[in-house]
């Protein structure tokens, strides 16, 4: 049996529970990692997600998991989502992943965003310029997962 | 002078704002998640008015107990920011926020938003 300690919750959307779901999420992160850094930034990309699956999701559940691996954690989530949708994560993670500065990236987005009227479009660059975790998707259908990978280099608080 | 401000959309938010002399204070304090979100919509469109009505200097924002924010309420401050950005040099108002170090959302937010308009923001901790 695999000994590495993973955390996986699927729940109806509901954008009210996302919060509820962060605090808890941060209470793994500060069991597992005894850091307290890298679980505040785990949060809140854990949020950012969570509330980007549960946004967009057409029906059915919204799932997260956290993998933590001997020297990384890989936070993902899934949701059914529109062709749109889908089309518009695969654009903004490939262009964030072509963007070698992740800061540069975030504030050309917060240039965009001033004007925007519809939603933020800053979850995904927050993620990736504040939480320091990179991004990538998997796509199969109309199921969309997003992962967000960070290293760790920290001693395991629970096991 | 205690200023009245819209009232709480999410149970983990609150508001309090008082003007003083050409200055308005305002303090945030819980977390502004997307429950939050129409609520710090109005209260900033309201900071904003009450700016250019008193024709203040600055507004001080106290975060220093604000644990969390998501990015869509973080999108109304680079909204704000952009608003002030928009008007005449001579209606400008500068905003100082007051930052807690200790928590990290702040000290990656707050130095964006200060990047993003650094003429009129500045950052204590």
Redesign the interface.
Known sequence: MDPRPYFHLSFRPN??L??TV?RFTDEFYRRVLAEQ?IS??L??AT??ML?NAV?YATDGETAIRIELHEEKLVVKTWNRTTPDRLAAVREMIDEINRTADA?EY??TQ??K????TD?????LA?IR??ALMTLGYEIDKDQLCILATTPINVQVGAS | MKLDLPSSTGPLLRVEGQIDGKAILLKFSGEADVEAKPEIDNVVRKIHEEALKLEAERVEVDLRQLEFMNSSCFKVFVSWLGSVQDLDASKQYRIHLLSNPNLHWQRRSLAALSCFAVDLVTITT
């Open positions: 954008i009210k996302v919060s962060r850094e505040a930034r949060a809140l949020h950012e509330e946004a800061d975030y504030q917060l240039v965003t001033a004007r925007r939603g933020s479009g800053l979850g927050r310029a504040e």
